[in-house]
């Protein structure tokens, strides 16, 4: 049972999004706010990921070191032009057979992006999503959106609403709740800025 929150919760339908319920969604990260949606195994926290202030907000809830940068959502492989400088054979490889999906690329970022985004490393990690609420989100901002885990950093992510603890229930302004998750590991991360590209984490997709 969720307790008393001042989160807003909206319940969402997994499959078919509500058109209303996406466009608040939409409008609360456009504002700065933060998002609480599913993807395809956790549920994620979602900010404008181009707002320093906002990616500030989700590192303040999560209790994130610093040093640890977070990954986007974007809604095609156009918008990568807003995000990385460079993107390797390798990358196109992987993006045509996984995307979308649970694979994250890390690519050079562009030195324009919040510094806070990339946590200084110079790279960045993109993910085109296949939840349908995460999909219909991310094109409803029309802007790339964080998708760090909904949790306190060295806790487990949450499948579920209900695992939320009251220190995210207190500081996210709004919750898709679209159910039960599939859970599990998460996307898997491959960084294609060396070669050969490295798993820096093993997740759903084998190696």
Known sequence: MIKKTKSLIRK???????????EEAALFIREGKIVAFPTQFLYGLG??????????????IKKRNLSNPILVLIKNKEELTKLVKHIP?????????????GVTIVFEAKADLPVNLTAGTGKIGVRIPSHPVSVALVNGVDLPITATSANI???????????????????????????????????????????????????EIAL
Request: hydrophobic fraction near 45%; aromatic fraction near 6%; charged fraction near 20%.
């Open 47 to 60: 900010a404008d990921a181009l707002n320093k202030n906002a990616v500030d907000k989700i590192f303040n």
């Open 153 to 203: 950093s060295g806790f487990p992510g949450c499948s579920v609403i209900s695992d939320f603890g009251a220190e995210l229930l207190d500081e996210i302004d709004l919750i898709l709740d679209a159910g039960i998750l599939k859970g599990g590991k998460g996307s898997t991360v491959i960084d294609v800025t060396v070669n050969p590209p490295k798993i820096l984490r093993q997740g």
């Open 12 to 22: 969402i339908n997994p499959v078919f999004p509500e058109s209303h319920l996406i």
């Open 89 to 101: 054979d390798t990358a196109i490889s992987i993006m045509n057979r996984f995307w979308p999906g």
